[in-house]
């Protein structure tokens, strides 16, 4: 499977954005689907992370009350909207497919078998 991020770019703090992630090569439907970022300097961190059938969603704390992750099985996508983005907001966000879960959600990096290329989100101030 091979997924595109898409959807980054920059904007002011304050603003919104919302990535997409669509997957070619296979169906993501019944896959666990997460976004992590890694921002200049630092390791890559969880972010959100969403079941097969959007029911069930995990937010890191730094997301909670302003991302939303949500998917759309049809279109083989996930997105992440991003509302009162803060400068230290500004990283490359990566979506991930848990190739051997459809429920059960982790926040592990190592859990996610399949990543994307990475979309840059660059906040002003």
């Known amino acids: 499977v091979q997924l595109q991020a898409s959807g980054g770019g920059l904007v002011q703090a304050g603003g919104s954005l919302r990535l997409s992630c669509t997957a070619s090569g296979s169906t993501i439907e019944n896959k666990v689907m997460g976004w992590f970022r890694q921002a200049p300097g630092k390791e890559r961190e969880f972010v959100a992370a969403?079941?097969?059938?959007?029911?069930?969603?995990e937010y890191a704390d730094l997301a909670k009350g302003r991302f939303t992750i949500s998917r759309d099985n049809a279109k083989n996508t996930v997105y992440l909207q991003m509302n009162s983005l803060k400068p230290d907001d500004t990283a490359v966000y990566y979506c991930?497919?848990?190739?051997?879960?459809?429920?059960?959600?982790?926040?592990?990096?190592?859990?996610?078998?399949?990543w994307g290329q990475g979309t840059l989100v660059t906040v002003s101030s």
């Open positions: 969403i079941n097969w059938s959007g029911r069930r969603t």
């Open positions: 991930a497919a848990d190739w051997n879960k459809s429920s059960t959600i982790t926040t592990q990096l190592y859990e996610y078998e399949y």
